[in-house]
C-alpha cells in the first residue's frame, strides 16, 4: 500500500545522490558543449568526485547508519574506502586527460561511464544487503564493459570487451545463484540478518556451503583470483591503458569491500570454510601470478598478472581472522586491516605503474612494451626513480609501502598458523622481484629505443611525481595508514 | 641534545649527497668541500659530545620508529656511552684527514665527486652503526658500510682486477654477515626485543636457555654467530681473504676503511656485546683462537709480499688478530684501545704509502722503490713513526696497547689462551721484521727506480690514468697530503699515553661488563704504574726484545746483506711458496666455492632458465599458439570457452572440496 511508504533517511547516501545528480549533468553539458569545449565534462566529472569527498567526509560520523530497509550502511569503513576510490578515480582522470584526447577517446560517455562505474563502486562499498551488493556490481560491471569498449574501431579492445562481458556475465551468475542459496538456507538476504540466523544455528549447512561456494567464486571473479583469473590479463592489455589503469585502481577496493560484506559481515560463522577457499586461491594467485609475469613482454600483461599475485597476498590477510575456529577480535581486525591496507597500498602502486605507461606513451604511440623502458634514465632521471620506487615497492623491498603490505599480510598468516603458506608466499614474492627488477634494469642499464622527449603535461608529471613520493613516504612512516586502517575497521566491525 | 646527536651522522651524509648528486653542479672544489664541511662539523660535535659524555651525561633512546609488530621495535635509536664516544672521535677525525688527503691523492681522477661522495656515505654509514642502540640499525649500518667497501673497492671499475677484488670483498662479507643475521634473528627469537638494553637486561634468562633445533647452549649459538660476522668484516681468518685484495681501490680508502675504521666494525661490536660474550667461554674461546690464528699467519704473509700496500694489508689483518685475541681474553677495553692506537699508526703507515705511491707515479712495488728516504723526508719520518708505532716500541702508541693485549692474553684462563699467548709473542717478532723491511726496502739501500721505470714487466696491472711515465726523480707530496701525515702521526705516537685513563680509570664505565672469573685487566691495573713506568718495565721483557731482534733481522737482511733474501727463499722451498701462495686460501676458495657455485649456476641456468622458463614456459605457451597460428579465429573464440571452462572447473574444485570437507567433520 502506498500509504505505509515511509520516506527513507536520504542523509547517508547523499555522496551517492549527489554523484547521480552531477552525472545527469555531466550529460548534459556535454550534449551542449561537447563538440566545442570537450574539458568542460571532464573538469565537471573531476569536481564532482571532489564534492563527493566534502559530502562523505562532511557526513561522516564514525557511527554506523542503516537506511533504505536496512540495504544501505554507512560506516566508517564506507567513508574510508569511498575516500579512497574518489582519490584513485580522480588520479586516474588526471593520469589519462592527454591520453584520451590524443586518441579521441576524451568523449562525454568516458566521463559518464566512469562516474557510472564510481556510483556502482560506492553502493557496493555500502551494501547491507546481497540485492544491494548485486545493484552495486553490476552498475560497476557494466560501465566498466562499455569502458573496455570505448575506442570503438579497436579491434582488439572490442575483443577484451567481448570477452570481460561474457566472463563477468557468467561470474555474475554463479554470485547470483550463491545468493538465491544463501537466502533459501537463512531467509534472510540482510548481511546483518544472515548473521544472525548463522550465530543462531538456524541454517543447514550443506545448502549454506553450496551457496558459500559459488559467492566465493564470485569474488574469487572480482578481484582476479586463480581459477577466475583468465579475464584479467586479457582485458587489461586491450583495454585502452587509461581503462586498464582505472580497472587496475578503484575496482579492487569495491571487491575488497564486497569481500568483507560478504564473508566477514555476513557469513562469519562459515569462516572456517572459506577461509580453506581463499587459502586455496591465494596460494594459487600468488603463484601463477609470479610465475607468469615472468614470461611477459608487454608491460600491461606483466601489471595483470602482477595484479593476480597481488590480490593473492590481500587474501592471505583475509583468510587470517579466525585461527582454529576460535574468533578472538584482536587478531581479526589485526589480519583485516592487514588486508585492506594491502588493498590501499596497491592501488597506490598500480595507479602510479601505470601512470608511468601513460606518461611514456603519446599520439600514436602506445609505451607498453617492457621494451620502451629502457634507457629511460637518460631520457628522464626523475621519472626512472618515480618507476624505480613503483617497482621496488611492489615487489617488496623495505622502505617502500609494499614492504609493510606484505609484512602485515604475512604477519597475519603466520599468527594464523600458515607458516607453511606464508614461507611459499616469500618464496614466490622472491621469484616475482625479478620481473620488477628486470624493468629497473632496463631503465638503468639499456640504451633507449625510444628517443623522443617526454611531452606528458604538467598535471600528470606532477600527481604522478606526488604519487612516487607517497609510496616512499608510506614506507618510511607505515604506521599512520595502518592506523587509519585498524581503527576503520575496529568502528565499523 | 638529541638533535646534536642526529647532525652527526647527518652532515657527512648531507655531504655525500650533495656531492654524489649534484657533484657536476658544484665542481671538484665545491664537491670537496662540502663533504670536508660535513665531515668537520661531525667531528666538532663529536668533541663537544665527548665532552657532554665526561660530564656524566649518557643518552639511550629512540628518534624515530619506522615500525612496531608483535613488540619488536625498529627503530632509529642512539646510544650515547664511552664507548661510542670513542669511536664517533676516532672515525670522524681519521675521516677528516682522509678527505683532506683526497684532495691531494685524487686530484687528476675524473672520479672525484664521486669518490668524495662515497667516502662521505662511508663516514655517515659508520656513524650510524657505532651510534646504534639496537641490532636492526647496527645492521643497517654494518650493511651499508659493506656495501661503501664494494663500491670504493671496485672504484676503478674498468680494472679487471679491481672488479674481482670488489666482488669477492662482497661475497665473503656475505658469509659473515649471514651468521651475523642468524645472530640476531637468534636473539629476535629468543629474547623479543631488538634492543640492547631489553636483551642485556635479560641475558641471565638466555643463558639458562637451549637453541630449540641444535640443542645449543643459547648464548654461545648466538655469540658464536654474532662473531663470524666480525670475522667476515674484521677479516679474521679464514674469511680474511678479502682484505688483501680490497688494496685494488684508491689508497685513501685503504686507510679509512680497511684498515682504521670499519674493519674494526666487527672488533667494536663485539665489545659492545660483551655482555652476552662474557656468559659464553666457549664462544671466547672460539674468538681468542680465531684472533691467535689470524695474527701469526697473517704476519708471517706480509714478510713475502713486495707490494708496499699489500704489506700493510696483511700487517693490518695481523694488529685485527691482535684486537680479536683481547677480545677472547675479555680484555674489551684493551681491543677498544689497540682499535684505536691502530687506527692512527695504521692510517699513517696507509697514507705514507699512498704518499709514496704518488712520489713514484702510481708504482707500488717495492722492488722498484729503494733509496728514498732522500726525496720524501717527511713520509719518511712520518712512516718510520708507523713503523716503530707498529711494531710495537716505546714510546709509540702501538707499544702501550699491544702489550697490554700480550699481557691481557697471558692472563686470560680460557680454554686456547696458551696457544693464543704463543702466537702473540711470535707474532711481536714477525711485526718487527715485517715493519722494518718496508721501511729498509723503499726508503734505504739502492734506488731502483731508475732502472724499473724502463722495466715495464708488472707495471701495468698498477697504474692507473695518471699520464706520468718515464724517470722524473720522485719529489715530496703537496701540503694536503703531508699536513694528514703530520696531524696523524702525533696521535700515532700520543694516544698511547692515554692508557692510565683508557684501561685503567673507568674510561668505559658500564658500556662494557666483565664477568668476575674473567678479570685479568684488574690485576694488570694492579701492576700499572703509569706510561713512564710501563716503558721502563716494558724494555725488560720479552715481547721488546722479540720486536727488536725482528727489526734487526730486518736490517741485517736489507740494509747489511740484501743478497741474502733471495738465498733464504731458494733454501726455504716450499715454506715460501706456501707463504707466497697464502696457504692457498684463494685458490682453494676459487676452486671449490666459486667453482661450486658456478657449477650450480651452471646447473640451475641450464635446468631451470633453459629448460623451464624458456622451454616450458616462454617458447612452450609460445610454441603452442605459433603452431596453430593458422587457425586464430579458432582459437579466439576457443579461449573463452577455455576460460569460462576454468570457472567451472574453480567452482567444481571448490565445491568438491568444501563438501569434503564438511561431511568429513560431520561422519
Same mark, same amino acid.
Given at each position: 500500500?502506498?500509504?505505509?511508504?515511509?520516506?527513507?533517511?536520504?542523509?547517508?547516501?547523499?555522496?551517492?545522490?549527489?554523484? #547521480?545528480?552531477?552525472?545527469?549533468?555531466?550529460?548534459?553539458?556535454? #550534449?551542449?558543449?561537447?563538440?566545442?569545449?570537450?574539458?568542460?565534462?571532464?573538469?565537471?566529472?573531476?569536481?564532482?568526485?571532489?564534492?563527493?569527498?566534502?559530502?562523505? %567526509?562532511?557526513?561522516?560520523?564514525?557511527?554506523?547508519?542503516?537506511? /533504505?530497509?536496512?540495504?544501505?550502511?554507512?560506516?566508517?569503513?564506507?567513508?574510508?574506502?569511498?575516500?579512497?576510490?574518489?582519490?584513485?578515480?580522480?588520479?586516474?582522470?588526471?593520469?589519462?586527460?592527454?591520453?584520451?584526447?590524443?586518441?579521441?577517446?576524451?568523449?562525454?560517455?568516458?566521463?559518464?561511464?566512469?562516474?557510472?562505474?564510481?556510483?556502482?563502486?560506492?553502493?557496493?562499498?555500502?551494501?547491507?544487503?546481497?540485492?544491494?551488493?548485486?545493484?552495486?556490481?553490476?552498475?560497476?560491471?557494466?560501465?566498466?564493459?562499455?569502458?573496455?569498449?570505448?575506442? &570503438?574501431?579497436?579491434?582488439?579492445?572490442?575483443?577484451?570487451?567481448?570477452?570481460?562481458?561474457?566472463?563477468?556475465?557468467?561470474?555474475?551468475?554463479?554470485?547470483?545463484?550463491?545468493?538465491?542459496?544463501?537466502?533459501?538456507?537463512?531467509?534472510?538476504?540482510?548481511?546483518?540478518?544472515?548473521?544472525?540466523?548463522?550465530?543462531?544455528?538456524?541454517?543447514?549447512?550443506?545448502?549454506?556451503?553450496?551457496?558459500?561456494? /559459488?559467492?566465493?567464486?564470485?569474488?574469487?571473479?572480482?578481484?582476479?583470483?586463480?581459477?577466475?583469473?583468465?579475464?584479467?590479463?586479457?582485458?587489461?592489455?586491450?583495454?585502452?591503458?587509461?581503462?586498464?589503469?582505472?580497472?587496475?585502481?578503484?575496482?579492487? #577496493?569495491?571487491?575488497?569491500?564486497?569481500?568483507?560484506?560478504?564473508?566477514?559481515?555476513?557469513?562469519?560463522?562459515?569462516?572456517?570454510?572459506?577461509?580453506?577457499?581463499?587459502?586455496?586461491?591465494?596460494?594459487?594467485?600468488?603463484?601463477?601470478?609470479?610465475?607468469?609475469?615472468?614470461?611477459?613482454?608487454?608491460?600491461?600483461?606483466?601489471?595483470?598478472?602482477?595484479?593476480?599475485?597481488?590480490?593473492?597476498?590481500?587474501?592471505?590477510?583475509?583468510?587470517?581472522?579466525?585461527?582454529?575456529?576460535?574468533?578472538?577480535?584482536?587478531?581479526?581486525?589485526?589480519?583485516?586491516?592487514?588486508?585492506?591496507?594491502?588493498?590501499?597500498?596497491?592501488?597506490?602502486?598500480?595507479?602510479?605503474?601505470?601512470?608511468?605507461?601513460?606518461?611514456?606513451?603519446?599520439?600514436?604511440?602506445?609505451?607498453? !612494451?617492457?621494451?620502451?623502458?629502457?634507457?629511460? !634514465?637518460? &631520457?628522464?632521471?626523475?621519472?626512472?626513480?618515480?618507476?624505480?620506487?613503483?617497482?621496488?615497492?611492489?615487489?617488496?623491498?623495505?622502505?617502500?609501502? $609494499?614492504?609493510?603490505?606484505?609484512?602485515?599480510?604475512?604477519?597475519?598468516?603466520?599468527?594464523?598458523?600458515?607458516?607453511?603458506?606464508?614461507?611459499?608466499?616469500?618464496?614466490?614474492?622472491?621469484?616475482?622481484?625479478?620481473?620488477?627488477?628486470?624493468?629497473?634494469?632496463?631503465?638503468?642499464?639499456?640504451?633507449?629505443?625510444?628517443?623522443?622527449?617526454?611531452?606528458?603535461?604538467?598535471?600528470? &608529471?606532477?600527481?604522478?611525481?606526488?604519487?612516487?613520493?607517497?609510496?616512499?613516504?608510506?614506507?618510511?612512516?607505515?604506521?599512520?595508514?595502518?592506523?587509519?586502517?585498524?581503527?576503520?575497521?575496529?568502528?565499523?566491525? | 641534545? +638529541?638533535?646534536?646527536?642526529? #647532525?652527526?651522522?647527518?652532515?657527512?651524509?648531507?655531504?655525500?649527497?650533495?656531492?654524489?648528486?649534484?657533484?657536476?653542479?658544484?665542481?671538484?672544489?665545491?664537491?670537496?668541500?662540502?663533504?670536508?664541511?660535513?665531515?668537520?662539523?661531525?667531528?666538532?660535535?663529536?668533541?663537544?659530545?665527548?665532552?657532554?659524555?665526561?660530564?656524566?651525561?649518557?643518552?639511550?633512546?629512540?628518534?624515530?620508529?619506522?615500525?612496531?609488530?608483535?613488540?619488536?621495535?625498529?627503530?632509529?635509536?642512539?646510544?650515547?656511552?664511552?664507548?661510542?664516544?670513542?669511536?664517533?672521535?676516532?672515525? !670522524?677525525?681519521?675521516?677528516?684527514?682522509?678527505?683532506?688527503?683526497?684532495?691531494?691523492?685524487?686530484?687528476?681522477?675524473?672520479?672525484?665527486?664521486?669518490?668524495?661522495?662515497?667516502?662521505?656515505?662511508?663516514?655517515?654509514?659508520?656513524?650510524?652503526?657505532?651510534?646504534?642502540?639496537?641490532?636492526?640499525?647496527?645492521?643497517?649500518?654494518?650493511?651499508?658500510?659493506?656495501?661503501?667497501?664494494?663500491?670504493?673497492?671496485?672504484?676503478?671499475?674498468?680494472?679487471?682486477?679491481?672488479?674481482?677484488?670488489?666482488? +669477492?670483498?662482497?661475497?665473503?662479507?656475505?658469509?659473515?654477515?649471514?651468521?651475523?643475521?642468524?645472530?640476531? $634473528?637468534?636473539?629476535?627469537?629468543?629474547?623479543?626485543?631488538?634492543?640492547?638494553?631489553?636483551?642485556?637486561?635479560?641475558?641471565?634468562?638466555?643463558?639458562?636457555?637451549?637453541?630449540?633445533?641444535?640443542?645449543?647452549?643459547?648464548?654461545?649459538?648466538?655469540?658464536?654467530?654474532?662473531?663470524?660476522?666480525?670475522?667476515?668484516?674484521?677479516?679474521?681468518?679464514?674469511?680474511?681473504?678479502?682484505?688483501?685484495?680490497?688494496?685494488?681501490?684508491?689508497?685513501?680508502?685503504?686507510?679509512?676503511?680497511?684498515?682504521?675504521?670499519?674493519?674494526?666494525?666487527?672488533?667494536?661490536?663485539?665489545?659492545?656485546?660483551?655482555?652476552?660474550?662474557?656468559?659464553?667461554?666457549?664462544?671466547?674461546?672460539?674468538?681468542?683462537?680465531?684472533?691467535?690464528?689470524?695474527? %701469526? /699467519?697473517?704476519?708471517?704473509?706480509?714478510?713475502?709480499?713486495?707490494?708496499?700496500?699489500?704489506?700493510?694489508?696483511?700487517?693490518?689483518?695481523?694488529?685485527?688478530?691482535?684486537?680479536?685475541?683481547?677480545?677472547?681474553?675479555?680484555?674489551?677495553?684493551?681491543?677498544?684501545?689497540?682499535?684505536?692506537?691502530?687506527?692512527? /699508526?695504521?692510517?699513517?703507515?696507509?697514507?705514507?704509502?699512498?704518499?709514496?705511491?704518488?712520489?713514484?707515479?702510481?708504482?707500488?712495488?717495492? &722492488?722498484?722503490?729503494?733509496?728514498?728516504?732522500?726525496?720524501?723526508?717527511?713520509?719518511?719520518?712520518?712512516?718510520?713513526?708507523?713503523?716503530?708505532?707498529?711494531?710495537?716500541?716505546?714510546?709509540?702508541?702501538?707499544?702501550?696497547?699491544?702489550?697490554?693485549?700480550?699481557?691481557?692474553?697471558?692472563?686470560?684462563?680460557?680454554?686456547?689462551?696458551?696457544?693464543?699467548?704463543?702466537?702473540?709473542?711470535?707474532?711481536?717478532?714477525?711485526?718487527?721484521?715485517?715493519?722494518?723491511?718496508?721501511?729498509?726496502?723503499?726508503?734505504?739501500?739502492?734506488?731502483?727506480?731508475?732502472?724499473?721505470?724502463?722495466?715495464?714487466?708488472?707495471?701495468?696491472?698498477?697504474?692507473?690514468?695518471?699520464?706520468?711515465?718515464?724517470?722524473?726523480?720522485?719529489?715530496?707530496?703537496?701540503?694536503?697530503?703531508?699536513?694528514?701525515?703530520?696531524?696523524?702521526?702525533?696521535?700515532?705516537?700520543?694516544?698511547?699515553?692515554?692508557?692510565?685513563?683508557?684501561?685503567?680509570? !673507568?674510561?668505559?664505565?658500564?658500556?662494557?661488563?666483565?664477568?668476575?672469573?674473567? +678479570?685479568?685487566?684488574?690485576?694488570?691495573?694492579?701492576?700499572?704504574?703509569?706510561?713512564?713506568?710501563?716503558?721502563?718495565?716494558?724494555?725488560?721483557?720479552?715481547?721488546?726484545?722479540?720486536?727488536?731482534? $725482528?727489526?734487526?733481522?730486518?736490517?741485517?737482511?736489507?740494509?747489511?746483506?740484501?743478497?741474502?733474501?733471495?738465498?733464504?727463499?731458494?733454501?726455504?722451498?716450499?715454506?715460501?711458496?706456501?707463504?707466497?701462495?697464502?696457504?692457498?686460501?684463494?685458490?682453494?676458495?676459487?676452486?671449490?666455492?666459486?667453482? $661450486?657455485?658456478?657449477?650450480?649456476?651452471?646447473?640451475?641456468?641450464?635446468?631451470?632458465?633453459?629448460?623451464?622458463?624458456?622451454?616450458?614456459?616462454?617458447?612452450?605457451?609460445?610454441?603452442?599458439?605459433?603452431?596453430?597460428?593458422?587457425?586464430?579465429?579458432?582459437?579466439?573464440?576457443?579461449?573463452?570457452?577455455?576460460?569460462?571452462?576454468?570457472?567451472?572447473?574453480?567452482?567444481?574444485?571448490?565445491?568438491?572440496?568444501?563438501?569434503?570437507?564438511?561431511?568429513?567433520?560431520?561422519?
Amino acid at each position: 500500500m502506498l500509504n505505509n511508504f515511509v520516506m527513507p533517511d536520504l542523509y547517508p547516501a547523499a555522496p551517492e545522490i549527489f554523484l #547521480l545528480l552531477m552525472s545527469f549533468l555531466v550529460l548534459f553539458v556535454d #550534449l551542449v558543449f561537447g563538440a566545442t569545449h570537450r574539458w568542460m565534462a571532464a573538469m565537471l566529472t573531476v569536481i564532482t568526485l571532489i564534492g563527493c569527498a566534502a559530502i562523505t %567526509l562532511v557526513t561522516s560520523d564514525g557511527q554506523t547508519t542503516l537506511t /533504505f530497509s536496512n540495504m544501505f550502511v554507512d560506516d566508517l569503513l564506507s567513508d574510508f574506502l569511498k575516500l579512497m576510490t574518489y582519490l584513485a578515480v580522480i588520479m586516474m582522470l588526471v593520469y589519462s586527460r592527454q591520453y584520451m584526447a590524443d586518441r579521441g577517446l576524451d568523449k562525454g560517455e568516458f566521463y559518464v561511464l566512469v562516474l557510472y562505474a564510481t556510483l556502482g563502486m560506492m553502493v557496493m562499498i555500502s551494501a547491507a544487503n546481497l540485492l544491494t551488493v548485486y545493484l552495486g556490481l553490476e552498475l560497476m560491471s557494466l560501465s566498466l564493459y562499455g569502458l573496455v569498449a570505448i575506442d &570503438r574501431d579497436n579491434t582488439r579492445a572490442t575483443e577484451a570487451a567481448m570477452k570481460y562481458f561474457v566472463l563477468g556475465a557468467l561470474a555474475s551468475g554463479l554470485l547470483l545463484y550463491g545468493m538465491s542459496m544463501i537466502y533459501g538456507a537463512t531467509g534472510s538476504l540482510e548481511i546483518g540478518g544472515i548473521a544472525q540466523a548463522l550465530y543462531h544455528g538456524q541454517a543447514e549447512k550443506p545448502v549454506l556451503v553450496l551457496g558459500l561456494v /559459488f559467492l566465493v567464486a564470485g569474488i574469487g571473479f572480482k578481484l582476479g583470483l586463480v581459477p577466475f583469473h583468465m579475464w584479467i590479463p586479457d582485458v587489461y592489455h586491450g583495454a585502452p591503458t587509461a581503462v586498464t589503469m582505472f580497472i587496475g585502481s578503484a575496482p579492487k #577496493l569495491a571487491a575488497f569491500a564486497m569481500a568483507l560484506r560478504l564473508l566477514v559481515y555476513g557469513l562469519f560463522g562459515l569462516a572456517v570454510d572459506w577461509q580453506q577457499m581463499l587459502l586455496i586461491m591465494a596460494v594459487l594467485s600468488i603463484g601463477l601470478g609470479n610465475l607468469a609475469a615472468i614470461a611477459q613482454t608487454n608491460i600491461k600483461r606483466m601489471l595483470a598478472y602482477s595484479a593476480i599475485s597481488h590480490m593473492g597476498y590481500m587474501v592471505l590477510g583475509l583468510m587470517s581472522g579466525v585461527v582454529g575456529g576460535q574468533i578472538d577480535p584482536f587478531t581479526a581486525i589485526n589480519a583485516y586491516s592487514s588486508a585492506l591496507y594491502y588493498t590501499v597500498a596497491y592501488v597506490l602502486m598500480s595507479l602510479g605503474a601505470f601512470g608511468m605507461v601513460l606518461l611514456l606513451s603519446r599520439a600514436g604511440y602506445e609505451a607498453e !612494451n617492457l621494451e620502451d623502458f629502457k634507457g629511460l !634514465n637518460k &631520457r628522464s632521471p626523475w621519472f626512472a626513480a618515480v618507476m624505480l620506487v613503483i617497482m621496488f615497492s611492489m615487489a617488496g623491498i623495505p622502505f617502500f609501502i $609494499g614492504f609493510f603490505a606484505k609484512f602485515a599480510v604475512l604477519l597475519a598468516a603466520i599468527k594464523a598458523g600458515y607458516t607453511t603458506v606464508a614461507v611459499i608466499a616469500v618464496m614466490f614474492s622472491l621469484i616475482g622481484a625479478f620481473y620488477y627488477l628486470r624493468v629497473v634494469k632496463l631503465m638503468y642499464f639499456d640504451t633507449p629505443v625510444d628517443s623522443a622527449p617526454i611531452k606528458a603535461g604538467m598535471d600528470l &608529471r606532477f600527481l604522478l611525481s606526488l604519487n612516487g613520493i607517497a609510496v616512499a613516504a608510506f614506507g618510511l612512516f607505515p604506521d599512520a595508514v595502518m592506523m587509519v586502517c585498524t581503527t576503520t575497521l575496529m568502528r565499523s566491525l | 641534545m +638529541k638533535t646534536l646527536y642526529l #647532525l652527526v651522522p647527518l652532515a657527512p651524509l648531507a655531504g655525500a649527497i650533495l656531492a654524489g648528486f649534484f657533484g657536476k653542479l658544484l665542481g671538484r672544489t665545491g664537491s670537496h668541500v662540502v663533504t670536508i664541511l660535513g665531515v668537520a662539523i661531525s667531528f666538532v660535535l663529536s668533541v663537544l659530545i665527548y665532552q657532554d659524555v665526561q660530564a656524566g651525561h649518557l643518552f639511550n633512546g629512540a628518534v624515530y620508529t619506522w615500525m612496531e609488530s608483535g613488540g619488536l621495535k625498529l627503530q632509529v635509536g642512539f646510544l650515547i656511552d664511552p664507548l661510542t664516544v670513542t669511536m664517533m672521535l676516532v672515525v !670522524n677525525f681519521v675521516s677528516l684527514m682522509v678527505h683532506v688527503y683526497t684532495i691531494g691523492y685524487m686530484a687528476e681522477d675524473p672520479g672525484y665527486q664521486r669518490f668524495f661522495s662515497y667516502i662521505s656515505l662511508f663516514t655517515f654509514s659508520m656513524l650510524m652503526l657505532v651510534m646504534s642502540n639496537n641490532f636492526v640499525q647496527l645492521f643497517f649500518g654494518w650493511e651499508a658500510v659493506g656495501l661503501v667497501s664494494y663500491l670504493l673497492i671496485g672504484f676503478w671499475y674498468t680494472r679487471p682486477t679491481a672488479i674481482y677484488a670488489n666482488l +669477492k670483498a662482497f661475497l665473503v662479507n656475505r658469509v659473515g654477515d649471514f651468521g651475523f643475521l642468524l645472530g640476531i $634473528g637468534l636473539i629476535a627469537a629468543y629474547a623479543g626485543s631488538l634492543d640492547y638494553a631489553e636483551v642485556f637486561a635479560k641475558r641471565n634468562e638466555l643463558a639458562t636457555l637451549t637453541e630449540a633445533v641444535t640443542g645449543w647452549p643459547l648464548i654461545t649459538a648466538v655469540c658464536i654467530c654474532l662473531f663470524i660476522g666480525a670475522m667476515g668484516k674484521s677479516a679474521q681468518f679464514p674469511l680474511h681473504v678479502w682484505l688483501p685484495d680490497s688494496m685494488e681501490g684508491p689508497t685513501p680508502i685503504s686507510a679509512l676503511i680497511h684498515a682504521a675504521t670499519m674493519v674494526t666494525a666487527g672488533i667494536f661490536m663485539v665489545s659492545r656485546m660483551s655482555p652476552l660474550f662474557e656468559l659464553s667461554d666457549t664462544a671466547l674461546s672460539f674468538v681468542i683462537v680465531i684472533g691467535a690464528i689470524t695474527t %701469526l /699467519f697473517m704476519a708471517l704473509i706480509a714478510i713475502v709480499q713486495t707490494d708496499i700496500k699489500r704489506v700493510v694489508a696483511y700487517s693490518t689483518l695481523s694488529q685485527l688478530g691482535y684486537m680479536t685475541m683481547a677480545l677472547g681474553a675479555s680484555a674489551y677495553s684493551v681491543a677498544i684501545f689497540h682499535l684505536m692506537t691502530h687506527a692512527f /699508526f695504521k692510517a699513517v703507515l696507509f697514507l705514507g704509502a699512498g704518499s709514496v705511491i704518488i712520489a713514484m707515479h702510481h708504482e707500488q712495488d717495492m &722492488r722498484r722503490m729503494g733509496g728514498l728516504r732522500k726525496y720524501l723526508p717527511i713520509t719518511y719520518a712520518t712512516m718510520l713513526i708507523g713503523a716503530f708505532a707498529n711494531a710495537g716500541l716505546p714510546p709509540f702508541a702501538g707499544f702501550f696497547s699491544k702489550d697490554s693485549i700480550i699481557e691481557a692474553v697471558h692472563l686470560a684462563k680460557v680454554p686456547g689462551a696458551g696457544f693464543a699467548y704463543f702466537c702473540a709473542l711470535a707474532a711481536v717478532f714477525v711485526g718487527g721484521l715485517y715493519s722494518f723491511r718496508l721501511i729498509f726496502f723503499t726508503f734505504h739501500g739502492k734506488e731502483r727506480f731508475r732502472e724499473a721505470a724502463h722495466d715495464a714487466h708488472g707495471h701495468d696491472a698498477h697504474h692507473d690514468d695518471h699520464g706520468h711515465h718515464g724517470s722524473a726523480e720522485p719529489h715530496e707530496s703537496p701540503k694536503v697530503v703531508t699536513v694528514p701525515l703530520i696531524l696523524l702521526s702525533i696521535p700515532a705516537i700520543a694516544s698511547g699515553w692515554l692508557i692510565g685513563t683508557m684501561l685503567y680509570g !673507568n674510561w668505559f664505565g658500564g658500556a662494557i661488563t666483565i664477568a668476575d672469573a674473567h +678479570k685479568g685487566l684488574a690485576t694488570m691495573a694492579h701492576e700499572f704504574h703509569g706510561v713512564l713506568g710501563m716503558m721502563m718495565h716494558g724494555v725488560t721483557t720479552l715481547p721488546f726484545w722479540l720486536a727488536i731482534s $725482528g727489526a734487526a733481522t730486518a736490517w741485517y737482511l736489507y740494509i747489511v746483506r740484501p743478497d741474502l733474501p733471495a738465498v733464504i727463499k731458494k733454501k726455504s722451498g716450499v715454506l715460501a711458496t706456501i707463504l707466497e701462495e697464502k696457504y692457498g686460501f684463494d685458490r682453494f676458495n676459487d676452486w671449490f666455492f666459486a667453482g $661450486g657455485a658456478r657449477l650450480i649456476g651452471r646447473g640451475l641456468w641450464k635446468g631451470g632458465d633453459q629448460v623451464l622458463i624458456d622451454g616450458v614456459m616462454v617458447n612452450g605457451s609460445a610454441s603452442v599458439i605459433g603452431g596453430t597460428a593458422g587457425l586464430v579465429r579458432l582459437i579466439q573464440s576457443g579461449r573463452i570457452y577455455r576460460y569460462a571452462f576454468s570457472m567451472v572447473f574453480g567452482v567444481l574444485a571448490l565445491l568438491t572440496f568444501a563438501w569434503w570437507s564438511v561431511f568429513s567433520r560431520i561422519l
